[in-house]
């Protein structure tokens, strides 16, 4: 094989991208290419996952990013007043081995936390810092070395690729060209050509793709008319100049950059090159603090005694003792009395502080280890709850507790999780949220101009979550799909359905690393400034990464001010964890 794809951009390339990972790992795959690379502009959300999928297809996956960098600093915040110049430029950037991938996440977290405007930002100094185990190139037309072409700055444009080429080393920096039909490529590309023979800078061809198949380009304009709130109608709408962008197979490449088949052969050289292993789904624990004589398992048995003898008094009950030490030797055997004594350490915070915490939901409950902490109020001898739910010996995976508090007091716990391991160690969770089939037609019914009304009533007859089995059996959408107009929203509504359409913050969930957070996940911010994880929570767990629901609960803020309303009217002082089960009123 003489190509690898090395430049595209999934749907995690928010409402531009239109390649589902696994249709990109596909794809890959029927072309007989043995590697390809994601490069979705800003973000890495999708990274892990696609390497997971690209390993299971037997290609080997190139994690990237299209970055954005700032033409100065990446904390000057303001537009700059030269027309000429943009707010930030493209770059793309792969990850050569594991120290690559670090710096991926660095530079990519940096992006949202220190350089967000308009878009996350980078700038050389970050470059220069962060640059080892990197693989780069100049990029498409955005890129700064093509735009200071494009703009007559050649000795700019040279001075750029030398620098690069002096940071990254030779065998790291590429010059990249694209040709999709449109006329600024062309005299870029011969620049690049002259500048690569001058400079001794290889040359490698992409494609930057942004869909699958030729035959997507059109529902991709009308994706890009989703992102910019226009209609296909609009003369002046964002489009793609040509229906090029997308996976080429081998001959089509071989045909466009016949006269340079070097930069054909350099993309299997990168390819080559990349040599990265991420180990995935084991457990990475934070370091939580035993008072001093104790170690993990001995000070978490040391807690459990202690509320056994408070709950059952000083004489336990046989079946109590026998349930203790079972399910204790479950959880030492796993290496989990470190996951118990976080959580007990930031509920028992909880109610040392008066925040109101609800008595356990979920297979959290089936734990006796839970009850005798303080973590749920449930005996789960008295009503038959299984451990086994919980936690499997057989089954090697992370115990999820889901915890409630107080809506109104929430915050206090997570700050005091920041404060105890460090506020680089502690961020909430990003959640993706996608095309659902009913939420799609009525986008697509915007972007062609199809009044809400009607697109509301086609909705009204999809029934679950897939479109395609809802136009099979509801035959008011058999109808709809007879039209010219239908057939075509309803088509291009199938491509579309279950592509990313934003991202957001998880409501409940929060991730506590071992070590700053940016060494195992990226790292993103959120509209209201708040930071959160790029990976969400299944991918996080695949990192090894601890998450936990920090769920706000409106039941339980109101419960709190019944108990301190009826206090003061008449001096009752209620205990809610104490009031029997079996009230007959009640």
Known sequence: MDFVHLHNHSDYSILDGAITLSNLVSRASEMGMPAIALTDHGN???????????????????????????????????????????????????????????????????????????????????????????IVSSACIAGQIPVNILRGRLKEARDLAGRYKELFGRENFFLELQYHGIKEQETVNSELIRMAAELDIPLIATNDAHYVGRDDAYSHEVLLCVQTGKTMLDENRMRFSTNEFYLKTLDEMRMIFADYPDSLFNTCRVAEMVDLELDLGNPILPNFEVPAGYNLDTYLRHLVDEGAERIYGRNLP?????????????????????????????????????VPVGPGRG????????????????????????????????????????????????????????RRYGEDHVSQIVTINRMKSKAVVKDVARAMDIPFAEANE????????????????????????????????????????????SAGKHAAGVVISKGPLTDYVPLYRDKDGSISSQYEKNTLEQAGLVKMDFLGLKNLSIIQRCLELIKSTTGDAVDISNIPLDDAET
Not at 105 to 131: A, C, H, N, Q
Not at 394 to 415: L, S
């Open 44 to 134: 890495m959300f999708g990274a892990i996952e696609f390497y997971q999928k690209a390993q299971k297809a037997g290609i080997k996956p190139i994690i990237g990013e299209e970055f954005y960098v700032a033409p100065g600093s990446r904390f000057k915040k303001e537009s700059t007043k030269d027309s000429r110049e943009e707010n930030a430029y493209h770059l793309i950037v792969l990850a050569k081995n594991h120290t690559g991938y670090l710096n991926l996440m660095k530079l990519s977290s940096i992006g949202y936390t220190e350089g967000f405007y308009y878009k996350p930002r980078i700038d050389m100094e970050v470059l220069e810092k962060y640059s080892e185990g990197l």
């Open 363 to 418: 297979s959290a409950a089936g734990s006796i280890i839970s009850y005798c902490l303080g973590i749920t109020a449930l005996d789960p001898l008295k009503y038959n709850l299984l451990f086994e739910r919980f936690l499997n010996p057989d089954r090697n995976e992370m115990p999820d507790m889901d915890i409630d508090f107080c809506a109104d007091r929430r915050e206090e716990v997570i700050d005091y999780v920041k």
């Open 318 to 354: 046989e079946a109590v003792k026998a349930r203790i030490e079972y399910e204790l030797s479950v959880i030492t055997s796993m290496k989990f009395s470190g996951y118990f004594l976080i959580v007990w350490d930031f509920i028992n915070y909880a109610r040392r502080t008066g």
């Open 458 to 501: 086609i909705s009204r007859h999809i029934d679950g979550d897939s479109l395609k089995k809802s136009i099979e059996q509801a035959p008011e959408l058999k109808k709809v799909y007879e039209s010219e107009k239908g057939r075509e929203l309803l088509d291009i509504s199938l491509k579309l359905e279950g592509l990313t359409r």
